[in-house]
């Protein structure tokens, strides 16, 4: 059963390191929330060590500026591992061919920004969908726009046989008060056409394989360290973490607020009722990260 908490502090000295959901976890998309900045800050403070996990589907760079204009900063955070960094590299290495109908806004175009890391990377070339061998998905065009309005472009995709590379599995995020898709509903839309979606962030493995090795990399990473996920995507940081087979902590305050009944924190038989309805089932649970 999950167990309800009142702050981080209260399990934070069972692990050695955090790795945390960014996007309703530390910030709303428009500023960063004081009490989960400050959490981190004291789980550093104690030796303990954050990986920001995000489905953010752009470069660690990007990620890096944008969470610092929301004020998070340096001293509550060791690393970072995006979605997008991990589905770069399935691009370069040719994962959707090389020539690539983009969707996205403009912002996302750091997408196709240089990855080092990769030997001998295939050239990219982004081209209209008539002239495309795979799609490269960072979001719709509009995030306000529901998904179906790219029916008659998917099912053209479909038809010629086109990998859709989804760089971030996020269905909705609430920036402030209002909800915006993400690339994953598109994703979600084209595999249910017949298509077929490639996924790279959580809950799927490649992006937790990149969490790790950005935590062994860091100065006095253990071997085999105590990890706990955090975040408020029940189908992405908690079942990403149920497959991982590691600890979890439910944000409930955030993309589940409504159906946990969170104010302060959850309503215990509200969150029963919805974790055993989705089928996955976090270790602890807070209202919100403090």
């Known amino acids: 059963m999950t167990e309800i908490i009142q702050t981080f502090a209260d399990i934070s000295d069972r692990y050695d390191v955090a790795f945390v959901d960014l ?13 989960a900045v400050a959490a981190m800050q004291g789980f550093r403070a104690h030796g303990g060590k954050v990986v920001l996990v ?13 969470i610092g204009s929301l004020g998070i900063p340096d001293d509550a955070w ?11 590299a399935a691009m370069f290495r040719g994962a959707v061919g090389r020539k690539v109908w983009f969707m996205g806004e403009k912002h996302d175009r750091s997408f196709f920004e240089p990855l080092r890391i990769i030997e001998e990377p ?9 002239q495309a061998e795979g799609i490269v998905c960072c979001g719709p065009f509009d995030p306000h726009a529901d998904p179906g309005v790219n029916r008659p472009q998917f099912l053209y995709a479909k038809q010629k046989g086109l990998k859709l590379l989804c760089a971030n599995p996020d269905m909705v ?30 809950p799927h493995p490649p992006i937790y394989d990149l ?6 990399a860091l100065n006095g990473a253990l071997d085999d360290p105590r990890i706990i996920s955090i975040g408020d995507g029940i189908h992405t940081d908690i079942l990403g973490a ?32 919805y974790t055993e309805r989705e089928m996955v089932h ?3 649970a807070i209202g919100f990260l403090r």
């Not at 995000?54 to 944008?66: F, I, K, L, S």
């Not at 060791?78 to 770069?88: F, H, L, M, Y």
């Not at 969490?211 to 062994?216: E, I, L, V």
């Not at 149920?242 to 959850?266: N, R, V, Y």
């Open 282 to 284: 976090p270790t602890y």
């Open 54 to 66: 995000t489905n953010a589907p752009r470069a660690r760079g990007p990620v890096e500026a944008q």
């Open 211 to 216: 969490a790790r090795r950005r935590y062994g």
């Open 78 to 88: 060791d690393s970072i591992a995006t979605s997008g960094d991990s589905a770069r």
């Open 122 to 130: 295939v050239e990219i070339e982004v081209v209209e969908l008539d």
């Open 173 to 202: 995020v609430d920036r402030g008060g209002a909800r915006e898709w993400c690339a994953g509903a598109l994703a979600a839309l084209y595999t249910e056409m017949g298509g077929e979606s490639l996924y790279f962030g959580k």
């Open 242 to 273: 149920q497959q991982e087979d590691i600890d979890s902590l439910f944000i409930t305050g955030g993309l589940a607020a409504k159906e946990t009944m969170t104010g302060h924190a959850p309503d215990p038989q509200a969150l029963t009722t």
């Open 23 to 35: 996007w309703g976890c530390m910030h709303d998309g428009v500023r960063a929330f004081p009490d």
